[in-house]
């Protein structure tokens, strides 16, 4: 690993762990907040951040299931808190700029329910750039399209079974109505990019998400 573990805190106070990846290779580089998928912290994420971290980006995977039991299927998807994920996102954010690493921009990626904090990063937080990987609530998102003036790239399976094709079909079209959104449809399974990998998705997904945030270098 390239990293370590570190505790942070909410703007309540409330202390929630974090893995930070430093960049490799730059004195300093944008910030990047990893989103979790529902299976929470575990060393595949430690992976994906000095994955990241190697190409130049301070990296962090924050426990956004902080104040959560693990339930069904000893995952996070029937007891995880939305808008935990979401604030806990936001105040990793202000985290990373104030990091001396950082050169003050800040994308959000994520994977899965991960996938909804990148949607949201550049809806309503303030990130300067953001990438979903088959983002399990996106079709739930689309009315804050037009809210979104940075730009965004949407990794989508092609077949997501968390949801129908008639709504991967919905969010198609609806970000086609903004020009800062990239949709990207893979002919993979979800978590192509992560829990279930097909290298091909994998390798292109990744090389497009790091050419849009080595913009913000």
């Not at 490799?24 to 907040?33: M, N």
Request: hydrophobic content about 40%; aromatic content about 8%; some cysteine.
């Amino acid at each position: 690993m390239n990293g370590k573990m570190i505790e942070l805190k909410d703007s309540k106070g409330n202390a929630y762990q974090t893995y930070l990846s430093h960049p490799k290779g730059a004195a300093r580089g944008p910030g990047v907040v990893i989103g979790l998928d529902i299976h929470g912290m575990r060393p595949l994420y430690q992976e994906i951040a000095d994955l990241f971290a190697a190409q130049g980006y301070l990296a962090a995977v924050p426990d956004y299931f902080w104040d959560v039991e693990r339930g069904e299927g000893n995952s996070f998807r029937t007891t995880m808190k939305f808008p935990t994920l979401v604030g806990v996102t936001k105040d990793t954010m202000a985290h990373l700029k104030s990091m001396p690493d950082c050169n003050g921009k800040v994308a959000v990626t994520g994977f899965c329910v991960g996938g909804n904090t990148a949607f949201i990063g550049v809806s309503r937080l303030g990130a300067d750039a953001a990438a979903g990987y088959y983002a399990t609530r996106a079709h739930t998102l689309l009315d804050e399209v037009p809210n979104i003036t940075r730009p965004l790239i949407l990794h989508i399976a092609e077949h997501d079974h968390t949801y129908p094709d008639e709504e991967r079909d919905r969010i198609i079209a609806a970000v086609k109505k903004n020009p800062l959104i990239t949709a990207h449809v893979y002919k993979a399974p979800h978590g192509f990019a992560s829990s279930s990998v097909d290298k091909d998705a994998q390798e292109l997904s990744h090389k497009r998400t790091f050419e849009l945030f080595d913009t913000l270098k």
